[in-house]
């Protein structure tokens, strides 16, 4: 059994392109599964149930991954085994700010645990409460920063709240190019300098 794979949930977005392309490019090569057109409980059990390997990495299709997440998420992963869940954040520069973030999912104790919504549509809280109660450890690293994410058109914007109305917000008017979004994760390397990250000490910083 592999260790990691990938699995990218999209609704068509045209950054999905370049979410699949981030992870074309990785140093350390993984299977890559492109999930369309599913709705978020649909497309996690399609991750749960196709899944070949001890982890899965849930990549949406407005992240962009810096080219070392894969390797930098092994790590991790090879040292906790046990662990149902491990996280990192995002870099969303078009608000300077780390949000939240990429997630790698056990997949035996994830099945067990399983997904649900909660009264607003989300599927994590739930998910982590779960966790909790049957004993089962995750962890997350707030100061790695893995990968940008990344604006959709206007277009795409508007049907995004649409979809997901409790995230608010506003529709952004200056949008760069996808593939000017996707040279921003090469900006990834001084922020996480900068925080001191262990994606930095244990990854980046070694040529």
Same mark, same amino acid.
Request: net charge positive; hydrophobic share 35%.
């Given at each position: 059994?592999n260790l990691l794979e990938a699995?990218?949930?999209?609704? !068509?977005a045209?950054?999905s392109?370049?979410?699949?392309?981030?992870?074309?490019?990785?140093?350390?090569?993984?299977?890559?599964t492109?999930?369309?057109?599913? !709705?978020?409980?649909?497309?996690?059990q399609?991750?749960l149930?196709?899944?070949?390997?001890?982890?899965?990495?849930k990549?949406?299709?407005d992240m962009?991954?810096?080219?070392?997440?894969?390797?930098?998420?092994?790590?991790?992963?090879?040292?906790?085994?046990?662990?149902?869940?491990?996280?990192?954040n995002?870099?969303?520069y078009?608000?300077k700010?780390?949000?939240?973030?990429?997630?790698?999912y056990n997949?035996?104790?994830s099945t &067990?645990? $399983?997904f &649900? &919504?909660?009264?607003? $549509?989300?599927?994590?809280?739930?998910?982590?409460?779960n966790?909790?109660?049957?004993?089962?450890?995750?962890?997350?690293?707030?100061?790695s920063?893995?990968?940008v994410?990344?604006?959709?058109?206007?277009q795409?914007q %508007?049907?995004?709240? $649409?979809?997901?109305?409790?995230?608010?917000g506003k529709?952004?008017r200056h949008?760069?190019?996808?593939? %000017?979004?996707?040279?921003?994760?090469?900006? +990834?390397n %001084?922020?996480?300098?900068?925080? &001191?990250?262990k994606?930095?000490?244990?990854? +980046?910083?070694?040529v």
């Amino acid at each position: 059994m592999n260790l990691l794979e990938a699995f990218v949930l999209t609704n !068509g977005a045209s950054t999905s392109e370049y979410a699949i392309r981030s992870l074309e490019e990785q140093s350390e090569p993984c299977k890559i599964t492109v999930v369309r057109n599913k !709705g978020i409980l649909e497309a996690m059990q399609y991750c749960l149930t196709h899944s070949k390997s001890h982890f899965f990495l849930k990549v949406d299709d407005d992240m962009f991954l810096h080219p070392r997440v894969v390797e930098f998420y092994s790590i991790f992963l090879e040292s906790h085994p046990d662990a149902c869940m491990y996280a990192c954040n995002l870099w969303e520069y078009w608000t300077k700010r780390v949000i939240e973030c990429l997630k790698a999912y056990n997949t035996e104790r994830s099945t &067990k645990v $399983g997904f &649900k &919504k909660d009264g607003i $549509g989300r599927i994590d809280y739930l998910f982590l409460k779960n966790l909790e109660r049957n004993g089962f450890a995750y962890a997350v690293d707030a100061k790695s920063v893995v990968a940008v994410h990344a604006l959709r058109s206007m277009q795409e914007q %508007s049907k995004y709240f $649409g979809q997901w109305p409790r995230h608010g917000g506003k529709i952004r008017r200056h949008v760069e190019s996808n593939a %000017s979004q996707y040279q921003k994760v090469a900006k +990834l390397n %001084s922020l996480n300098k900068s925080r &001191k990250s262990k994606f930095w000490s244990q990854c +980046l910083s070694k040529v």
